[in-house]
């Protein structure tokens, strides 16, 4: 299938490394010519903008982009992919961003002649280079299943939410327990380690209690109790804090567009605010264990 690909930053460029290793030919755009670079290398063609790539013989369009501005701009603008794409090409967008937006851009799509998806994942950098990604997808059930075999080359576990926008509600719904959750786990951590407990032993007796949680058992955020965190190596690479400072704001938002209250999801957004602030940012969001400990 000749696939076009937008946004080929870490999470874009290794997903499309793997369309193009399991046969597919490719099409991509990039503002950055080192990520094109790696890709045209691996086989793919280049092309100069949103519009090119609109104008290729795509039959499908996945875009992962940083943010619901660009994600409008490369969809919307007159110079898009709706104002050059014929209908029939299909388009998945794997950014994650606010649900309106997306279901916005899917009407724009739908009026265009071009089915749309909304498709954010979780797994992170590691996922995506190993094509272990979850995907959560918004759409109607046909174009769901059109796009199955696609999303199953880049993830394993391939999770339709419902109609246009319910992918980015699983999505910032997920990610707000996750940056609750680690909150939850370093403060537990931290109060136990500075009562004279021992790191790993706590974290064995919570992972074994009713305490246990992604953020505990897999991530866990207090130095050498896991060597496969990024706590185990200066909490650099995984999901940077100003992802997640990101993702907090994006379900702040939504949940103000529904009047829904989400009182530790505000809460979590300031701690998360407050430790960017610090000059934090590109840390691992794990490192909020860091507003906690005595030692650092």
Known sequence: MHIGFLGLGNMGGPMALNLIKAGHQLTVFDLSQSATAQLVEAGAQTVASPAALAQSEVEIIISMLPAAAHVKSVYLGADG??????AGVRLIDSSTIDPLSAREVAAAAAKN?????DAPVSGGTGGAAAGTLTFMVG???TDFEQAHEILSVMGKNIVHCGASGNGQVAKVANNMLLGISMIGVAE???LGVSLGMDAKVLAGI???????CWSSDTYNPFPG???????????????????MLKDLGLASEAAKQVGQPVILGALA?????????????????SAIINLYRKDT
């Open 81 to 86: 992919l709706l104002a050059n794409l014929k």
């Open 113 to 117: 002649g071009n089915p749309m998806l």
């Open 139 to 141: 759409g109607s059930q």
């Open 188 to 190: 537990a951590m931290t």
């Open 206 to 212: 919570i992972n074994t209690s009713s305490g246990r």
């Open 225 to 243: 109790v896991l060597d496969t965190a990024p706590a185990a190596r200066g909490y650099s690479g995984g999901f940077g804090t100003d992802l």
């Open 269 to 285: 957004q300031q701690l998360y605010q407050s430790f960017s602030a610090q000059g934090n940012g590109g840390l691992d969001f």
